[in-house]
């Protein structure tokens, strides 16, 4: 990607998790949680006032646009909406001149779109910051918050072992793979033959775990994965933007929905974790999603802090 300097600083998107060094991930999620502490002592963070964030949805989103919108006014900033219907990114106008024409309108833009080569595209043409709101390839924004759970809630990540069970060609598992191989976690992921990661993830994530001494196991096998694990995670067996056919996915699925059976083989004091929405009776069972050991409302809270501190970092 090439490298534009932008208010002094060079131009820093966030589209994949190897956009960022432990490093910096650490950083955020430290100024995420100090943030979060003083927001609820009363004290406000106007730092982006006069700023703009572009929000830009393909496909349907809460949690997403909520924690954006509602952090960029935390900020002392706003942001502004573009639905699936407004922008119509490439079909309107190049995707290029998007990028162009945005520029010169916000200081940052969020997109929420299906092939990961548009955001690229976006990122190559920009001068702002563009952050990656979920493409079908990558999620950095939900796992930079699922992290700082998991910092919250166990007080470290090195030596954390993560297990993932479900579709492992999907958006959160590649984040995963990538995110916890930087911050010296371990993470299994078992999934059902032909839903495993991309190879060139996998690759990517082997590269980084090698330098960070870490394990990345790849299995069929749930309870081999969710052994010893200290986090449990999984996500809906549909992708976001597909029709979602619940028999099929039960067929295929089945042995990887998270319930009382499969945690058995987790350490006892194991968080779960879902970026949502659920499925109660699919991939997770209700006593697990409904459970003392579920965090996923603390997480689901968490994408606002960690997306503040990011803004801040970009933005400012
Ligand atoms: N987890 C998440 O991104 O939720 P939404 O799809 O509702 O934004």
Sequence with gaps: MKET?????????????????????????????????????????????????????????????????????????????FSPTDLKLGARETVADTAQVLSRFVDALMVRTFSHDIIEELAENASIPIINGLTDEHFPMQVLSDLMTIYEK???????????????????????????????????????????????????????????????????????????????MTDGWTKLGATADVSANMRIFKDYQVNEELVAEAKDDYIFMHCLPAHRGEEVSAEILDSEHSVVYDGTENRLHIQKAALVELIK
């Design 5 to 81: 300097k932008r208010n002094g600083k060079v131009l820093k998107h966030i589209l994949t998790m190897t956009d960022l060094t432990a490093k910096e991930i650490e950083v955020m999620i430290l100024e995420a949680i100090r943030m979060k502490k003083e927001l609820r002592e009363g004290k406000s963070h106007r730092v982006l006032e006069g700023k703009s964030l572009g929000m830009v949805f393909e496909k349907d989103s809460t949690r997403t646009r909520l924690s954006f919108e509602v952090g960029m006014t935390q900020l002392g900033g706003h942001a502004v909406f």
């Design 154 to 232: 166990k007080g470290h990540l090195e030596g954390i072992k993560l297990a993932y069970l479900g579709d492992g060609n999907n958006n959160i598992t590649h984040s995963l793979l990538e995110g916890c191989a930087l911050m010296g976690m371990d993470v299994s992921v078992a999934t059902p033959k032909g839903y495993e990661p991309l190879p060139v993830v996998i690759e990517r994530a082997e590269k980084i775990a090698s330098q960070t001494k870490t394990t990345i196991e790849l299995t069929h096998d749930p309870k081999k994965a969710v052994k010893n694990a200290d986090v449990v």
